[in-house]
């Protein structure tokens, strides 16, 4: 065999492995657009805040994705459903405004495409981060005590700080990140209806 | 080969290959320590700062074992062996030297950003742009130098190594280049950046690693049992097989989701005809071993390339029984696909590596190996460790699969059936640290010198009687 031909075949293959699934993937699931929710005037999905795209930033930066995914499964050989981890499956509609988007694909603690849905309090969030036992004493999700700042604490405790004690007249309060965190987490939801997924 | 040129190259050869073992053994202590923490949940509690938090350590690991270890000392290989079955020295070695120090850069920011500021997130790029730069410069420099090894014409010599090399080394610029403009460049939406990782995860591993791995297989089985490779159509078919599909083999991690699909099923199919190359390839070897037992007991390196040889038909046939529809329904999401990946680089992949710089460095270095025993507690802490972690994420993803799939099981009971398997899991990871450690003992050694012995190769002693029989064999 010449090294031209050689080279122009493995040319080829890796063209067509780039064109058969990232070209014809986007023909198929990049000109998706946001569906308008005649009710509500919003969009579905719903644009995450800016605070919340940065938390998914902090999302992935912490590796909360090594033990979480953020795809639910339709009923067909999977318990998701069941689980409660979201209304419905998650569809490629559903990742437009991600970014970055990102799936997991291990699932030591629960699938958390609809986290916002079942845990509507921020203030629970931001105890899970800071310590899960508290939360759910069975938990195995480890703290997050760095996305927290120690603070003096004043004649009077600030708004957001966490209700835990802190040594030496100090108060715990969430950092940006945190908060970013939380503002994603809070983002994640499946709650809304598709064309291609509708809730039932 | 000009014996000037030879060693000069030789600078980078040997900082890739050492650079390739420090790597190996910091992925494998960050690798243990993340287990232990999943093991022990309470250890995360002691500490304060995020550097070692689980969340980090596994891509850090997963990046030191497959950029820092594999990566560079497949590279580090190729460049002793590309030149010697090609007769072409290498030219510009300050250059090739350049090349290596400047991948070992890109390893150390990298773990660095990703302990420091935390992972992209992204399959197989858990890195920052800087390190993508970093790695393309060096191995445009390296791939550059490799490829004029293969020669202009291919009148002469193996064509099977040779096209594996000239695909693996087209595919990491080409998919790392893609994936990097993709998903970093603001330029594909949602659902797109995802089938982007997984093809991105499919070129690292089946159109990257996995062909240097077999350049290796393929040029020095044949040259080390003195037998040639019997059939070059099944070859041919086999290496087709490999670059036409090798792309496409991820997408068969997805479980329904946000991937079509049809590229899910494209997926499943990838993953049986991959397996089916691999056992085309396994064909072409298994004569070449067939009654050679006592060699291969007696020759450490072939002892380590047949278990490569081996383990790639394993790690093949546990991807394509995982991408099964209805195995993945249960193993999807689970430790199962971490088996996968402890046969795929400690096994397949670890062990060709060390067979290889078992066969090739003292040529460069004109050494043998000093020392007899940690060649054994190499080999078998080796074999037995990745036998254990194998089993145990194989075992231990099955059970979860299936626990997870029974609603009536809380999620905190699913994560303590892991616990005695990743107890098995952590005991593996530390013998093959032990192995290794025996290992990079040796090449210290060898790198500095600090034995007389000069042996081609390194060789058991085929009776272990006498004191004598410690010594390397000569050629």
């Known amino acids: 065999m010449k090294p031209t031909r050689a080279l122009a075949i493995v040319l080829v293959a890796l063209l067509f492995t780039w064109i058969g699934q990232v070209a014809v993937g986007y023909l198929q699931v990049g000109k998706l657009e946001p569906v308008l929710n005649e009710e509500t005037s919003l969009t579905n999905p719903p644009a995450p805040s800016g605070l919340a795209q940065t938390g998914a930033r902090v999302f992935a930066s912490e590796g909360c994705l090594e033990c979480h995914s953020l795809s639910v499964r339709g009923p067909a050989g999977s318990a998701d459903l069941t689980r409660g981890w979201g209304p419905r499956r998650s569809v490629p509609r559903d990742y437009l405004f991600r970014e970055p988007a990102l799936i997991g694909f291990a699932r030591i603690g629960p699938d958390l495409s609809d986290v916002g849905e079942r845990i509507k309090e921020p203030n629970d969030l931001m105890m899970h981060l800071l310590n899960p036992k508290k939360l759910r004493s069975t938990s195995t999700c480890p703290p997050h005590p760095w996305l927290f700042e120690l603070k003096l604490a004043g004649p009077k405790n600030e708004n957001d700080s966490m209700p835990v004690t802190a040594a030496d007249w100090k108060q715990v309060v969430p950092s940006y990140k945190a908060k970013a965190l939380v503002a994603y987490l809070q983002s994640l939801n499946l709650g809304y209806p598709l064309p291609e997924a509708p809730l039932k | 080969m000009n014996r000037s040129q030879s060693s000069k190259s030789a600078v980078a050869t040997q900082i890739l290959i050492a650079g390739s073992i420090i790597w190996s053994l910091l992925g494998g202590g960050l ?14 509690y ?57 991948w070992q850069l890109a390893i150390l920011t990298g773990l660095t950003q990703i302990l420091m500021t935390g992972g992209s997130g992204l399959l ?54 893609t994936a990097e403009l993709l998903l970093r460049g603001g330029t594909a939406p949602g659902g797109v950046q995802i089938i982007t990782q997984l093809v991105w995860h499919s070129f690292v591993h089946h159109l990257w690693l996995t062909p240097m791995a077999l350049v290796l297989l393929f ?86 390339l047949s278990l490569g040889a081996w383990s790639y038909l394993v790690a093949y046939g546990w991807m394509m029984f995982l991408s099964i529809p209805g195995v993945r329904q249960n193993t999807a999401f689970t430790v199962a696909w971490n088996a996968n990946q402890s046969v795929f680089l400690f096994s397949f992949l670890g062990s060709i590596l060390a067979g290889s710089i078992y066969a090739l460095l003292p040529v460069v270095r004109n050494l043998g190996w000093p020392s007899h025993s940690s060649l054994l507690w190499h080999f078998w802490c080796t074999a037995l460790g990745v036998a254990l972690t194998f089993s145990g994420y194989a075992l231990g993803g099955v059970l979860q699969g299936l626990a997870l799939n029974d609603p009536g099981v809380p999620l905190s009971t699913v994560a303590s059936y892991l616990c005695p398997f990743l107890v098995v899991i952590i005991a593996g990871q530390a013998l093959w640290i032990v192995g290794q450690l025996a290992f990079s003992s040796l090449l210290i050694a060898t790198l500095l010198k600090l034995f007389p012995s000069t042996a081609p190769m390194a060789v058991f002693p085929s009776s272990r009687t006498s004191g004598a029989d410690l010594a390397p064999v000569r050629h």
């Open chain 2, 31 to 44: 690798q243990i320590l993340a287990n232990l923490q999943l093991l022990i949940p309470m250890l995360a």
């Open chain 2, 219 to 304: 040029q020095l089985l044949p040259t080390l049992t003195g037998r040639p490779t019997t059939s070059l159509s099944l070859g041919l078919l086999s290496w087709g097989l490999f670059f036409t599909l090798g792309g496409w083999a991820s997408n068969s991690l997805a479980s329904q989701g946000p991937v079509p699909s049809w590229l899910q099923s494209a997926g499943v199919v990838a993953g049986v005809l991959l397996f089916v190359a691999a056992l085309g390839n396994t064909v072409l070897f298994q004569p070449l071993l067939e009654g050679k037992m006592d060699e291969i007991r007696r020759n450490v390196a072939l002892r380590f």
């Open chain 2, 46 to 102: 002691f500490q304060p700062t995020a550097v070692f938090g689980y969340g980090r350590l596994v891509p850090a690991a997963t990046f030191l074992l497959t950029y820092g270890w594999i990566g560079s000392g497949l590279l580090g290989v190729l460049m002793i062996l590309v030149p010697r079955f090609s007769g072409i020295p290498f030219r510009h070695n300050h250059v090739l030297t350049f090349g290596a120090i400047a």
């Open chain 2, 124 to 177: 197989s790029l858990p890195f920052g742009r800087t390190v993508t730069l970093i790695l393309l410069v060096s191995f445009l420099v390296l791939g550059t130098g490799i490829t004029r090894g293969l020669g202009g014409t291919w009148k002469s010599g193996p064509i099977l190594p040779r096209l594996y090399l000239l695909g693996g080394i087209l595919a990491f610029p080409l998919g790392l280049g």
